[in-house]
Antibody, heavy 115, light 106 residues
Framework: QVQVQASGPGLVKPSETLSLTCTVS????????WSWIRQPPGKGLEWIGY???????KYNPSLKSRVTISVDTSKNQFSLKLRSVTTADTAVYYC?????????WGQGTLVTVSS | SYDLTQPPSMSVSPGQTASITCSGD??????TYWYQQKPGHSPVLVIY???KRPSGIPERFSGSNSGNAATLTISGTQALDEADYYC?????????FGGGTKLTVL
């Protein structure tokens, strides 16, 4: 069974860039969609965007100006960059398998935006 | 933007049927997905494409979708079904989540 695990800094300063990487194991990143979703503490789920293994992307319109999702098939990884973060970007960030729906979620990593 | 609305909370007695609704404009024209999230855990897909159950999801979970609303039904609700439930749809190639429903079994 495929597994996904997000990794990256747990603390980011306001105005800086949040960068996370998701490593796919137990299967190939090819021929699949991969997503980033976040959940602020105590709140609901917010879709960030998804990428196809070929590199085509779709982003949440409310975040589109600050988000870049990329893929590295040679490393079986995909990544998230969120620019100009504020405290409102503090959340558990999930990487997941799927695009229009998610059939497997990773463990989630808490990213706190604070000076 | 497209919005999905869920009741923030609901409660059900053990053994009874819980029906969680998700409403959105012409939602019946789209596929709806449902996720279960227990405290401290990642969400789990319990219904996809309106009414299909992934492998390993108990038969007591079922779904329907018509008109402007989709419904997740849990028959014979058990204590372990207590969780947050999120609906999700796909509109214009973007993914939209409902606000979530906290289901309490008491």
């Amino acid at each position: 069974q495929v597994q996904v695990q997000a990794s990256g800094p747990g603390l980011v300063k306001p105005s800086e860039t949040l960068s996370l990487t998701c490593t796919v194991s137990g299967g190939s990143i090819s021929n699949e969609y991969w997503s980033w979703i976040r959940q602020p503490p105590g709140k609901g789920l917010e879709w960030i965007g998804y990428i196809y293994y070929s590199g085509s992307t779709k982003y949440n319109p409310s975040l589109k100006s600050r988000v870049t999702i990329s893929v590295d098939t040679s490393k079986n990884q995909f990544s998230l960059k969120l620019r100009s973060v504020t405290t409102a970007d503090t959340a558990v960030y999930y990487c997941a398998k799927g695009g229009g729906s998610v059939d497997y979620w990773g463990q989630g990593t808490l990213v706190t935006v604070s000076s | 933007s497209y919005d999905l609305t869920q009741p923030p909370s609901m409660s059900v007695s053990p053994g009874q049927t819980a029906s969680i609704t998700c409403s959105g404009d012409k939602l019946g024209d789209k596929y709806t997905y449902w996720y279960q999230q227990k405290p401290g855990h990642s969400p789990v897909l319990v219904i996809y494409q309106d009414n299909k159950r992934p492998s390993g999801i108990p038969e007591r979970f079922s779904g329907s979708n018509s008109g402007n609303a989709a419904t997740l039904t849990i028959s014979g609700t058990q204590a372990l079904d207590e969780a947050d439930y999120y609906c999700q749809a796909w509109d214009s190639s973007t993914v939209v989540f409902g606000g979530g429903t906290k289901l309490t079994v008491l």
